[in-house]
């Protein structure tokens, strides 16, 4: 089983930042091709936000609504990755949680929650003046 654990949530005014990161461990062999960042708000259905090649064959792919706000890179350490969150803004209040995908990533993926297997337990992000 692949784990994942993300952290680096808090509370920011508008226009703040934040950088969180997803720590992934456990058995990914043939399980982690794909790492992709979804938030969740109260009410509101899973959003996905960012998604990432593990070998970064391809760009990131970001959602509409935080492309050139966040950034999805992945660290030179084995199976970290961090996503910068920048001008802030209270539609970005959500619970943020990475997961993995055990295919490439495709242009889909941002609205195909069900092909990521493997879940963290998501970090919060508060947004408010």
């Known amino acids: 089983q692949v784990r994942l654990v993300e952290s680096g949530g808090g509370s920011v005014q508008p226009g703040g930042s934040l950088r969180l990161s997803c720590a992934v461990s456990?058995?990914?062999?043939?399980?982690?091709?794909?790492l992709g960042w979804f938030r969740q708000a109260p009410g509101k259905r899973r959003e996905g936000i960012a998604t990432i090649d593990t070998d970064l064959s391809f760009e990131p792919r970001y959602a509409d609504s935080v492309k050139g706000r966040f950034t999805l890179s992945k660290d030179s350490a084995e199976n970290l990755f961090w996503l910068q969150l920048n001008n802030l803004q209270p539609e970005d209040t959500a619970l943020y949680y990475c997961?993995?995908?055990?295919?490439?990533?495709?242009?889909?993926?941002?609205?195909?929650?069900?092909?990521?297997?493997?879940w963290g337990q998501g970090t919060e992000v508060t947004v408010s003046s």
């Open positions: 456990g058995n990914t062999y043939g399980r982690f091709d794909c």
């Open positions: 997961a993995a995908s055990p295919k490439s990533c495709y242009s889909w993926f941002l609205e195909s929650p069900g092909e990521f297997d493997d």
